[in-house]
Every structure is written in structure tokens, then in C-alpha cells.
């Protein structure tokens, strides 16, 4: 029997983003997600690549996107007294934008055309007969549909739902700070990326033009995870990393604002198990990827794309799971192990 209704576990870029992609395939859809709004992570910034934003021009968001994004341009390497390296285009388009800019823009889509996002809503368990699957969250309330997707990010409930031994995210022996200053006071040119291989760690910039301010990265070596650090702690170590090099990274840190986000880096080289006979992983559930390739959003986009694709040629839901996983592990898991190699030392 065909799939007509689906639940989506997460309302982050791959649920909503999926959400969209199956009411372009005439399927329903209804998006779940566990934080009480959107815009979580709302100090962190990303960047959507070429191959992610011609996901999103087939699903009509690329111009709701363009809206609260900048232009990616190119990106050049420095080393440690600030030597420049390289240079190279970003093959474009590709857009900069902060995470909580992207979960709203896709959110708000979603609302436009119709499609329910309830917040609140965290995924603790699910049962499926041959009918269908009943999906149960922490408050209490359940919903019944065809299937259920896991767009439930990196700590994903429903990867543990389709297989209890899943593996747990991998530490990357990484921690990530960013943080924004007002701006442009490095004189940098305007959207393309600054890397910097410094003495100690790894420091990223752009200038989006029109934005006023210089957001930067810094990533940090630690060999273990970090817990209960505040934004200002983020902000001594992030300095204490740079304060020897002949960059602006230092300086453009020491003047940043009070958004400070740190945290540390997680991927999953592989899950053995992307679906069974109801469900179905997308985006970081299944492939989560440190940032260094800069391809989270874009994977997690391409995913909705495959998945509804796949649903809507496909009756059987475990069918159209195979041809899905078929489709996109191999792409994914090399782009995880790429992103792990660009973050070793």
C-alpha cells in the first residue's frame, strides 16, 4: 500500500526539508520536533553548497534561503603569520547563514504551504504492525501514520528505535567556537572565507556583506569532551590558542560580542541501519559529519530529496527505504570520512 502519511521526528534543515519534499511527491507530512521553538543553535553559522542549494531550488526554498543567507565566494588559506597559501573559488551558488536563520526560513516555508510543525515534541517510542506505526513522545501524546522519519539529528531517538546497538557518535577530539564581531575591522574582503592553519588550533572568517558584523570559527584540539563550559571560558581558550600567531584571529576574537557558542565535534562514520520495515534515518541521524567540508546542511537537504523520491515510486515503504539507502549511503559516508580527514591535524 502506498505511503500516505508520514511523521518526521525532528524539525531541524533534513525534517523540514523532507517535510517539503514529500508535499511536492503528494505525500502527507507532519514535522515533530523536540525543542520547545525553532532556531536552536541559534550562535552557530553554516554554509549551504552549491549541491544543497540546487536540492533546495527543486523543492522552490532556494529564494526563501537567498533571503536571510549571503553569497559564499571563495575561500583562501593563511598559515600562522598570515601568509596566504591558496585561493580558491567556492563553486557557487553557495550561501552562508547562521543555523537558527536556516531552521526559520525552512520552517516558515513549511507553515506557507500548509505542512503542521509542532514543537515540544520528543520521540521516546514507536510501535508498527503491518498497518502502520504508532509513535509515542515524552509528554505523553502519540500519533499514528505509515511511517516515521528520524530527522532527529546526531543523538538520534529513532536510530536507537530501528536498532539498539546503533553506534554512539564518535568524539573528533575537536571542540569548535564561534562567535561574531562587529564589523569588519580586519579589512577583510567581503563574503569570502579566511582559514587559518594557526600554531595551536584552526580559525575560519568571513565578512557577509550587508551584514555588518565578522563571523568566525575557531577549532580547537581536545583530547577529551568538554562539559559545563560557559561563553566566556570558550572565549579564553579560543584566545589562548591564537594569541601567538601573526593573524587577525586574536585580535577579531578579543573583540567579538556576547554570542559565543562552543561546543564539541561529533560524527558517525557509518550506521549499520538506516531503516527497517516503518522507519527511516535522514541527515545527521544517519551521517553525521564534522563541519570541515562544510556539507551537514547540504547532505541533509539532498536526503529529503532522495527520500520522497524514493516513497513516491515505491509502494512498499521497506522498498522504497532500500532504494533510498542505495542512493545515498555511499555519498554520505565518504563525505563524513572526507570531513574527518580535512579536521586532522
Request: net charge negative.
Amino acid at each position: 500500500m502506498a505511503v500516505r502519511k508520514v511523521i518526521i521526528a525532528g524539525g531541524g534543515v533534513a525534517g523540514t526539508a523532507t517535510a517539503l519534499a514529500l508535499q511536492q511527491a503528494g505525500i502527507e507530512a507532519e514535522v515533530y520536533e523536540a525543542h520547545p521553538s525553532g532556531g536552536a543553535d541559534a550562535g552557530a553559522f553554516l554554509t549551504v553548497m552549491r549541491n544543497g542549494m540546487a536540492a533546495l531550488a527543486g523543492l522552490g526554498a532556494a529564494e526563501a534561503v537567498n533571503a536571510v543567507s549571503f553569497p559564499a565566494r571563495a575561500v583562501a588559506l593563511l598559515d600562522a603569520q598570515g601568509q596566504e597559501l591558496g585561493r580558491r573559488p567556492i563553486e557557487g551558488p553557495a550561501r552562508s547563514l547562521t543555523r537558527a536563520a536556516l531552521y526559520r526560513a525552512l520552517q516558515d516555508l513549511a507553515a506557507t504551504r500548509g505542512i503542521p510543525v509542532h514543537h515540544g515534541k520528543r520521540v521516546t517510542a514507536a510501535s508498527s504492525d503491518r498497518d502502520g506505526i504508532e509513535v509515542g513522545f515524552s509528554d505523553g501524546s502519540r500519533v499514528t501514520g505509515d511511517v516515521l522519519v528520524g530527522a532527529d539529528g546526531i543523538h538520534s531517538r529513532t536510530r536507537r528505535l530501528i536498532d539498539p546497538d546503533a553506534p554512539e557518535p564518535r568524539y573528533a577530539g575537536l571542540h569548535v567556537v564561534y562567535g561574531y564581531t562587529p564589523g569588519n575591522p580586519a579589512g577583510l574582503d567581503l563574503d569570502e572565507y579566511h582559514m587559518i592553519r594557526g600554531s595551536r588550533a584552526f580559525f575560519g572568517v568571513t565578512v557577509p556583506g550587508g551584514d555588518g558584523r565578522t563571523w568566525w570559527f575557531a577549532r580547537i584540539p581536545g583530547e577529551k569532551p568538554a562539559a559545563g563550559i560557559t561563553a566566556q571560558q570558550w572565549r579564553d581558550l579560543a584566545l589562548r590558542m591564537f594569541r601567538d600567531d601573526a593573524t587577525p584571529a586574536h585580535a577579531l576574537i578579543a573583540a567579538s560580542g556576547a554570542e559565543i557558542v562552543g561546543g564539541d565535534s561529533h560524527d558517525i562514520p557509518t550506521t549499520p541501519h538506516w531503516h527497517n520495515a516503518r522507519m527511516v534515518l535522514a541527515g545527521d541521524a544517519a551521517h553525521a559529519a564534522v563541519p570541515a567540508a562544510a556539507q551537514g546542511a547540504s547532505m541533509a537537504i539532498e536526503d529529503a530529496v532522495a527520500l520522497a523520491a524514493a516513497l513516491h515510486d515505491h509502494n512498499d515503504p521497506a522498498a522504497a527505504f532500500a532504494a533510498y539507502e542505495d542512493r545515498r549511503r555511499t555519498e554520505t559516508e565518504e563525505t563524513v570520512a572526507a570531513s574527518a580527514r580535512l579536521s586532522s591535524p
